[in-house]
């Protein structure tokens, strides 16, 4: 979660919100957006060494907006145009957030930023993540471990705004890997698997 850009949820939760037609919509939107600043509320709770800037920075957009809208909509037309408008200027702030675009992966995880393998107290069994191909038994211990991250990500423009995570194995080697929120990508895992098997086949064939 904490490498998941927030306001890819934020702005899914409020488009509802900005689209409704009637009280009754703009109501129910209103529901879901309470559930979700509750969750987000919760973010107050991480160890200050696990909540990045980012979470932190999100922590106090939702003190500051989604605590006003998420109480029930008016009912007076022209309070509703307001409360509308209310919601599309915060979701115009949300869009232009410098935060947003941040590389720098302590603002993310502080956590994954200062972890060393070798470092006293650090976890010396911390696997490089994909090496289980499905094909063959497993050898744990000639898996390549992980022994740091590059302290910088690579915030991709796209919908879900994935990143690229860079992590520097044992093998003296780099593998990069996309970290997206919003998106089970096991199923890309699996799937990608498939196609490796079906090429060994043929290949034999």
Not at 39 to 63: H, I, P, T
């Amino acid at each position: 979660d904490l490498m998941t850009s927030p306001e890819v949820l934020a702005k899914q939760e409020l488009l509802p919100m900005i689209h409704a037609r009637t009280t009754h919509a703009m109501r129910e939107a209103a529901k879901k957006l309470r559930v979700f600043y509750d969750r987000y509320k919760n973010l107050k709770a991480y160890n200050k060494l696990l909540s990045g800037y980012v979470s932190r920075e999100y922590q106090d957009f939702c003190a500051k907006i989604f605590k006003k809208l998420a109480r029930p909509p008016p009912t007076d037309d022209r309070k509703l145009k307001a409360y509308q408008k209310t919601v599309k200027d915060a979701f115009n702030l949300l869009k232009n957030m410098k935060w947003m675009n941040t590389r720098r992966l302590d603002h993310y995880s502080p956590w994954l930023a200062r972890y060393e393998r070798f470092a006293t107290g650090g976890i010396e069994h911390l696997e490089v993540p994909g090496q289980y191909s499905g094909r063959e038994r497993p050898i744990p211990e000639r898996h390549v471990k992980i022994v740091n991250f590059h302290p910088t990500v690579l915030v991709l423009s796209s919908k879900q705004k994935p990143k690229r995570l860079t992590i520097h194995g044992d093998d003296e080697r780099d593998y990069d890997f996309l970290v997206k929120g919003c998106e089970d990508l096991r199923l890309d895992q699996r799937i990608e698997q498939l196609f490796g098997v079906m090429n060994d086949i043929v290949s034999k064939d």
